[in-house]
C-alpha cells in the first residue's frame, strides 16, 4: 500500500485505541502510531519513509521487500528496546503503528509474510497497491479520520 493510505489507517487506529490505552499526550500517541505505520517501508527504495530518512536508505540493498521488515518481529523489538528503558509509552504506539502497516499490507496481492524468515506463510488480499480499491479505502478512511478525531479532540 502507499505511504498516505499507511498513514490514514495508522491515525485512525490511534484515534481507536485512544479510550483503552489512555496515553498522558494523546497527540503524540496518535502522532507517534501515525508515524510508526511508515516504518516498515524502510525495505522499499522509493517509499516515503526512504524519502523523508536518508539514514535507513541502505536497508532496501540488504533486506528483500516484504520479508523481515514486514515480518512482526521489529514490532516486538522495538516494543521490547523501548520498554526496557522504561519507555513504553513510546514503544507501544510505535509496535501499533508499525503492526497497523503489516495488517493493511495483508489486504494487498503481495500479502505479507508476519513470520519472516521462521515461516513462508503468506497472507494476501484482493488490493492492488495504488489501484482502484485502495484509492477507494483511503478515501473512506479520511473520512473516518477527520470524524473520530473531532469526536476525540474537539
Ligand atoms: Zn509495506
Not at 499507511?6 to 487506529?13: K, P, R, S
Not at 499526550?25 to 519513509?49: G, R, Y
Not at 526496557?84 to 509509552?89: I, S
Amino acid at each position: 500500500m502507499m505511504g498516505r493510505t499507511h498513514m490514514a489507517i495508522g491515525f485512525l487506529v490511534g484515534l481507536l485505541v485512544l479510550p483503552f490505552v489512555q496515553p498522558d499526550n494523546s497527540l503524540l500517541f496518535v502522532f507517534l502510531v501515525t508515524f510508526a505505520s511508515l516504518w516498515p517501508d524502510v525495505d522499499h527504495e522509493n517509499s516515503k519513509i526512504n524519502r523523508l530518512l536518508p539514514i535507513t536508505r541502505w536497508i532496501p540493498r540488504v533486506f528483500v521487500h516484504r520479508g523481515f521488515f514486514h515480518s512482526v518481529f521489529p514490532a516486538l523489538i522495538l516494543y521490547g528496546v523501548f520498554w526496557y528503558f522504561g519507555l513504553a509509552w513510546i514503544g507501544l504506539p510505535l509496535a501499533l503503528g508499525y503492526l497497523t502497516h503489516l495488517a493493511s499490507d495483508c489486504l494487498t496481492r503481495l500479502g505479507c509474510n508476519l513470520l519472516h524468515p521462521v515461516s513462508t506463510f503468506r497472507i494476501q488480499g484482493f488490493v492492488w497497491t495504488d489501484g482502484l480499491v485502495e484509492f477507494a479505502l483511503f478515501g473512506v478512511v479520511v473520512v473516518l479520520d477527520v470524524v473520530v478525531g473531532v469526536m476525540r479532540f474537539f
